[in-house]
């Protein structure tokens, strides 16, 4: 399969320096983009099928007339949480620590 390009990209050079500097060993910069581009598609075909699974369940809810309230789904779900072993519903942050002042 033959590889296409894609259009160029301008961006202020502080962006790309901060990209260069973030690289790991080996990366290059057309590599790290295309990666960045990759995982962004991904993430808008994700987004893009969650809303329709949701649209399509909101038309068989208005169809069959069955909904269920929040309230009770949000107690349900607490209620997973409470039983999942080794989660809490409110994880306290990490202690910040103050070295090198």
């Known amino acids: 399969m033959k590889t296409a390009t894609m259009p160029a990209l301008r961006v202020h050079p502080e962006l ?5 500097a ?3 060993p ?3 910069l057309s590599g790290f983009v295309e990666d960045a581009l990759r995982r ?3 993430l808008r075909r994700a987004q893009q099928a969650f809303i329709e699974r949701g649209l399509a369940s909101r038309e068989v809810a208005k169809y069959n007339g069955k909904y269920v ?4 789904v949000l ?3 607490a209620a997973r949480l409470k039983k999942a072993p080794g989660k809490t519903s409110a994880k ?3 202690a910040r620590t103050t070295r090198g002042k």
């Open 16 to 20: 790309r320096q901060a990209a260069e």
């Open 22 to 24: 973030i690289l790991r």
């Open 26 to 28: 080996g990366e290059t």
């Open 40 to 42: 962004n598609v991904e």
């Open 69 to 72: 309230p929040a309230g009770q």
């Open 75 to 77: 107690k349900k779900l």
């Open 92 to 94: 306290k942050p990490p």
